[in-house]
């Protein structure tokens, strides 16, 4: 079974593509990601958000993008819950509470899982460490996918590249949403980097062992905030590790390798496409209640279409349109492998009637 899989995906809303394609319509976003916090108690040497951060080992290490708008620190929790109550009404299908920072920082990220349980779809992007038994339980009933971001196949490296020793509290967190009763999906997943490449195959050993349905490889992209559309980094590296990642996929069924990933950034030349269809799929919202375009552009000003602590979701989206695609796009962005197919399916094309 393949959990990622964000091409694939997009024919599960036909019914949203049609009214864009067809209709020039804008329509609600499949999915929201909303950051309750943007405290954290990790360094990740490679996190594209260190900048957002108010607290933690990175707070103040990382230039913001020019201009940059703030984000807030923490999601006030009535915000957050008038914010799932209309971002139901609109239509939107789910949200994913993820970073900023860590969610499970917030002081009533529970109380927020708990209410908006039955209203949308939740997933939980995590680092797992501040995962008991209790909440381990709450996340597995009311959660679609819990996915804890490991990187690491021991100690010693986690400390190394996140800055701090919290790798057995990451580790426990997934055995406890592993264990626990219910029906969430766990995924564990790990970013590759020049460094760590040559664990993969201890890393997917490590997915197996602590119990998650699935394990994921990615490719640690690098920028900076001065040329996000280019590599910060020589990629050639990459040659070996997509060895090692299609080595792990073959040994482990439970492993989800996109090789393309690491192709795409190995040779990145540029988006290929004008328009960023995405992001009318999907948007970002804030601690402090701020609407982004782009879930790549947090705090980056060109970015804001709205303010959810002055007006409504609706109100926000209805003037959203697609973005367009430029220099201050980030290489190999959260969008670009459905972009791919989203550019396919909305350009015109000659002949169309004939497949």
């Not at 038994?133 to 959660?143: N, P, Q, S, Y």
């Not at 679609?144 to 100690?155: E, G, K, M, Q, W």
């Not at 040994?251 to 192709?263: I, K, Q």
Request: with cysteine; glycine share 10%.
């Amino acid at each position: 079974m393949t959990f990622i899989a964000p091409q694939a995906k997009l024919f599960g809303h036909l019914d949203r593509l049609s009214q864009i394609v067809s209709e020039g319509r804008t329509v609600a976003p499949v999915n929201v990601e909303v950051d309750l916090s943007n405290r954290c108690s990790l360094g990740c040497e490679w996190c594209h958000f260190a900048y957002t951060h108010t607290r933690g080992p990175l707070k103040g290490t990382r230039a913001k993008p020019a201009g940059a708008v703030a984000g807030g620190d923490l999601m006030d929790v009535v915000l957050a819950e008038r914010m799932v109550d209309q971002l139901a009404a609109a239509g939107v299908r789910s949200v994913t509470w993820t970073g900023g920072g860590e969610p499970t920082l917030h002081p009533d990220f529970d109380r927020v899982i708990v209410y908006a349980d039955g209203k949308l779809e939740q997933g939980l992007y995590t680092h797992g460490g501040h995962i008991d038994g209790w909440r381990a339980e709450l996340l597995k009933r009311r959660l679609t996918f819990a996915y804890v971001s490991l990187d690491a196949a021991d100690a010693e490296s986690y400390r190394r590249d996140k800055g701090v020793d919290r790798f057995g509290a990451a580790c426990q967190g997934v055995r406890r949403l592993a264990a626990a009763p219910g029906s969430a999906t766990v995924g564990v997943g790990f970013l590759v980097t020049s460094r760590n490449y040559r664990d993969v195959g201890a890393m997917a050993e490590l997915g197996a062992t602590l119990g998650a349905d699935y394990v994921q490889f990615r490719p640690a992209v690098r920028y900076d905030q001065a040329h996000p559309d280019a590599a910060g980094e020589d990629t050639s590296w990459m040659d070996a590790a997509i060895d090692r990642v299609a080595a792990a996929a073959e040994l482990h069924p439970s492993v989800e390798a996109d090789l393309s990933r690491f192709e795409m950034y190995r040779d990145w030349a540029g988006h290929g496409y004008q328009t960023c269809w995405w992001s009318t799929l999907q948007t970002a919202v804030t601690p402090n209640g701020k609407v982004w375009a782009c879930v790549n552009k947090r705090e980056h000003p060109a970015a804001e279409i709205g303010d959810l602590s002055v007006e409504s979701f609706a109100d926000v989206w209805k003037r959203h349109t697609a973005s367009r695609v430029g220099p201050d796009c980030r290489v190999m962005c959260r969008g670009h492998l459905a972009n791919l197919a989203l550019d396919g399916i909305v350009r015109p094309l000659e002949h169309a009637a004939f497949i």
